[in-house]
């Protein structure tokens, strides 16, 4: 069973600019999650995907936003980047219903930006 | 809101020995997952071992076991004959079973182990 791909794995991009990250989850997980890393803030959750809705939104601003297509696949995009935005982004899969939720989370390897 | 904190930003242990992880959180809820994952040098997060709140036998994995004390809100990581492998950031972690809701994690703790 193949675990949770995050493309792409490394990336460089320049002030102003806007990036897209994807994620497939495991197959069968619904729910797909993204979270961001960084030595200051630690973990932080962005937001959470199910059944192509958003179920739920930590505290980014609106320059983050993601969707999830009908295959669970989701991307996130971060728009007008900022040096701060550095960071690594982990998207975590998960089994979820409607009326539900899995009791395991699982992480991608993460996406690394960088922010010059 | 819930809250999850470890106390010890880094330990060390020697190899083979037993090192324990602390872990404390605080949360209304009676019904919550915890965890502990393991993020070694390549970053990826690996799910070390899970505890479902409303057992109360201490889930075990093999050389990792925790100590789960509902009542205190505590949940620590053993880990047993420790290995150089062993060596990675651990961060203890909560998710809700009620809410569908994100995981809350701690700050972790960078776990050394010398030969």
């Known amino acids: 069973k193949a675990g949770v791909t995050q493309t792409p794995r490394y990336l460089i991009k320049t002030r102003g600019q806007q990036v897209t990250l994807s994620c497939s989850p495991i197959?069968?997980?619904?729910?797909v999650s993204w979270y961001q890393q960084t030595p200051g803030q630690g973990l932080q959750f962005l937001f959470e995907?199910?059944?192509?809705?958003?179920?739920n939104k930590g505290n980014f601003p609106g320059r983050f936003s993601g969707r999830q297509f009908s295959n669970s696949r989701s991307e996130m995009n971060v728009s007008t980047l900022e040096l701060g935005d550095s960071a690594l982004y982990l998207c975590a899969s998960s089994y979820r219903t409607l009326s539900s939720s899995g009791n395991t989370i699982y992480f991608g390897e993460g996406s690394w930006l960088t922010v010059v | 809101a819930q809250t999850v904190t470890q106390s010890q930003p880094e330990m060390s242990v020697q190899e083979a020995e037993t090192v324990t992880l602390s872990c404390t959180y605080d949360?209304?809820?009676?019904?919550?997952?915890l965890f502990w994952y393991k993020q070694p040098p390549s970053r990826q997060m690996i799910l070390v071992i899970r505890q479902e709140a409303y057992k109360q036998q201490n889930a075990t994995e093999n050389r990792f076991s925790v100590n789960f004390q509902k009542a205190a809100k505590s949940f620590s990581l053993k880990i047993s004959d420790s290995q150089l492998g062993d060596a990675a950031m651990y961060f203890c972690a909560y998710r809700s079973a009620i809410r569908y809701d994100k995981i809350i994690f701690g700050k972790g703790t960078r776990l050394h182990i010398l030969p």
């Open positions: 949360t209304s809820e009676s019904d919550y997952y």
């Open positions: 197959s069968g997980h619904g729910s």
């Open positions: 995907y199910f059944s192509e809705t958003q179920r």
